[in-house]
């Protein structure tokens, strides 16, 4: 069982930047793979940016690639998402998710890959 917990969003200029964090219990953690998802209202879900668990493989939506990097700290048991130069179309509900099923390194992107999930942060970005 994994419990995930993310933070730090919040209000943001368009062009600044933002350092989110996804807080995992749980013993096994570096045996996840993790994504990050957003959510805008009356918008699906969409991805945004996966690590493996070694973190040595990471992929990233086109819309956020150059401008997001997702990293993890296995000892501490967080994933981050670094988001810098945050645009007009960022504002979202930013959930991580974990995962550990055979085919997640290929179907990252797809959210019934992922087993746990958290509650969500906010990032709003003003014009």
């Known amino acids: 069982q994994v419990q995930l917990v993310e933070s730090g969003g919040g209000l943001v200029q368009a062009g600044g930047s933002l350092r989110l964090s996804c807080a995992a219990s749980?013993?096994?953690?570096?045996?996840?793979?993790m994504g990050w998802f957003r959510q805008a209202p009356g918008k699906e879900r969409e991805f945004v940016a996966f690590?493996?668990?070694?973190?040595?493989?990471?992929y990233y939506a086109d819309s956020v690639k150059g401008r997001f990097t997702i990293s993890r700290d296995n000892a501490k048991k967080t994933v981050f998402l670094q988001m810098n130069s945050l645009k007009p179309e960022d504002p979202a509900l930013y959930y991580c998710?974990?995962?550990?099923?055979?085919?997640?390194?290929?179907?990252?992107?797809?959210?019934?890959?992922?087993?746990?999930w958290g509650q969500g942060t906010r990032v709003t970005v003003s014009s």
């Open positions: 749980g013993r096994t953690f570096s045996a996840y793979g």
């Open positions: 690590v493996t668990g070694s973190g040595f493989t990471k």
């Open positions: 998710a974990a995962g550990i099923r055979p085919l997640l390194s290929v179907n990252y992107d797809r959210n019934e890959e992922y087993d746990y």
